[in-house]
């Protein structure tokens, strides 16, 4: 064995003697060296006759002569040994063609596409020196810049552009290194960007190990949502704070799938043209974290987060809250993500209700084409931005899971026209909601129609007060304008505060107090988002 603290790559080589050893060429992944020995015995050189074959097959990395007698090349048989293990020809080049394998291509593809971080197709001299930095922590010296640029140029007519990189240099550059025999550095790029010896992106690159004990939600922390801001920032080339189809598809061009499907426009806040704006990408992120943060994760590595963001992982990125069960005993929260699970039966006007949200009324929302059980979008309590998720539950009233129940705040929908709609949401009340702690709102849907005696042991109102409820709320998305978001405002306070005092809520300076620091922090948070996009 040689010790890992004599060779230059740090890892253990152990040598073995077989008396039979038996070659399958194919399928063949383990890298070959044919080694002439006892070259101290020959005049002449074998190599004339053993390149031909090296060059017939291109799992053999390279052929060595030496000699045991007298120890030459048997350190540089084992470097080479070595080097065709961590460093292997055959996944990055294809000596046939002279050319660089399609997966190669692809990997290096995305690692350009993620250091141009202004994306305008070139990687300029401070995109070179972070990704030199990141990769071999090093910078290059302004000499060493203009040398590489200048063997780019000499050899491509379109590798430089504008005193930068294009992606066709930076393919050429890595070629030129796999030709020279200088594998070792486009790995060390490859491996920086997480993939592994197939050159697909490691398991543990894209889902670093993340705890999340029970009652806790998971949300993106501060520097992931500047790293999310500047990827949109990069994205929008218009500047006209949405992302088009065109602009979306390039953002995820370093994904191997498109990850958001035609729902998300339904999911998230959209301008006139259907394209999500900047406030709808943050809140799909936002809603992707606290349903699945793994994929979260994955769509982070993809995109190079911890790379870009000079974090250990895209772990790094995620905030796990507290327990809630501490939330209420401090009587206080950290958290800036609530979900409302909206119930109610068929027809009663849910997916109005969550399209409302969103800015749309009943004339826009009518459409049932790629429909969202989800919407997320931005509140603002006291001050304080915060997202509320609204999901709005399938009305079987027999099959509610355990994630159907579990939520910030319960949100009860009836059609203030149809005399049989409150009895469901009573029912549903009784049964999961009437001992829980958590708060729950009635909502009076379609409170533009005429409103009609439900068929129910006592009213809607009564009912409220005997349960020790807020009184039902009016709401309807048959508007001219954008529906009223005072609602959602209402809901949010109740999800911070669910041990506010029914007396507390019925009070209206309480939703007074609310409401007014929401609509003044509201033209504030948009006054200050204009300023910040000025000099974008």
């Not at 596409?113 to 995109?127: A, F, M, P, R, T």
């Not at 501060?222 to 979306?248: G, T």
């Not at 829980?436 to 068929?455: H, R, Y």
Request: aromatic share 12%.
């Amino acid at each position: 064995t040689i010790p890992a603290d004599v060779t230059p790559e740090r890892v253990p080589t152990h040598i073995v003697d077989y008396s039979v050893l038996c070659l399958c060429f194919f399928p063949s992944r383990v890298p070959l060296i044919l080694v002439g020995n006892k070259s101290d015995l020959v005049e002449h050189s074998s190599m004339e006759t053993i390149l031909p074959i090296m060059n017939q097959y291109s799992e053999i990395e390279t052929c060595v002569e030496c000699s045991a007698k007298n120890l030459k090349n048997i350190s540089e048989l084992f470097y080479y040994a070595q080097k065709a293990v961590l460093h292997p020809t055959g996944p990055l080049y294809c000596p046939e063609k002279k050319a660089m394998k399609s997966l190669c291509v692809k990997a290096l593809t995305r690692i350009f596409k993620v250091s141009d971080l202004d994306n305008d197709g070139i990687l300029n001299d401070n995109e070179l020196n972070f990704f030199q930095r990141t990769c071999f922590n090093t910078p290059l010296e302004p000499q060493a810049l203009e040398d590489v640029k200048n063997v780019v140029r000499k050899n491509l007519t379109d590798g430089v552009c504008d005193n930068g990189l294009s992606l066709k240099g930076f393919l050429f550059l890595h070629t030129l290194f796999i030709q020279r025999g200088r594998h070792e550095t486009t790995w060390t790029v490859l491996r920086r960007f997480g993939y592994d010896d197939d050159l697909e992106l490691n398991q543990d690159y894209l889902f670093p190990p993340l705890k999340i004990p029970p009652d806790c939600t998971t949300e993106l922390n501060h520097n992931a949502y500047l790293f999310l801001q500047s990827v949109f920032d990069k994205h929008d080339k218009d500047r006209d704070c949405a992302l088009s189809p065109e602009e979306l598809a390039d953002l995820f061009d370093v994904f191997p799938y498109m990850p958001w499907g035609p729902d998300v426009n339904n999911t998230v806040c959209t301008n006139e043209q259907g394209w999500i704006t900047y406030q709808g990408y943050l809140s799909q992120w936002t809603l992707t974290t606290y349903l699945d943060v793994q994929r979260c994760l994955e769509y982070l590595g993809y995109l190079g987060y911890s790379i870009i963001a000079e974090q250990e992982s895209h772990a790094a990125g995620i905030t796990v809250t507290r327990a809630k069960k501490i939330d209420l005993q401090k009587k206080q929260t950290q958290r800036s993500v609530f979900r409302c699970n909206v119930f109610g039966d068929i027809g009663s006007g849910k997916s109005g209700f969550l399209q409302a949200f969103l800015g749309s009324n009943l004339m826009v929302n009518g459409n049932d084409e790629h429909k969202s059980y989800y919407a997320i979008s931005t509140t603002y309590v006291y001050g304080q931005e915060k997202y509320l998720l609204l999901h709005e539950v399938f009305p079987d009233f027999d099959y509610l899971s355990d994630a159907d129940l579990a939520c910030d705040i319960v949100c009860l929908v009836y059609d203030v026209s149809n005399p049989y709609s409150f009895e469901y949401c009573a029912k549903v009340f009784k049964q999961y909601f009437m001992d829980s702690k958590t708060p729950c709102m009635m909502i009076a849907a379609k409170s533009d129609l005429p409103e009609v005696k439900q068929m129910y042991g006592c009213s809607p109102l009564e009912f409220c007060r005997k349960h020790k409820m807020p009184p039902p709320q009016s709401f309807t998305c048959n508007t001219a304008a954008a529906p009223s978001r005072d609602i959602y405002t209402k809901l949010t306070t109740m999800a911070m505060y669910p041990h506010v005092s029914q007396a507390d809520l019925k009070s209206s300076t309480f939703w007074l107090r609310a409401s007014v620091g929401a609509t003044v922090f509201a033209v504030l948070g948009f006054a200050m988002y204009r300023v910040l996009l000025k000099p974008r």
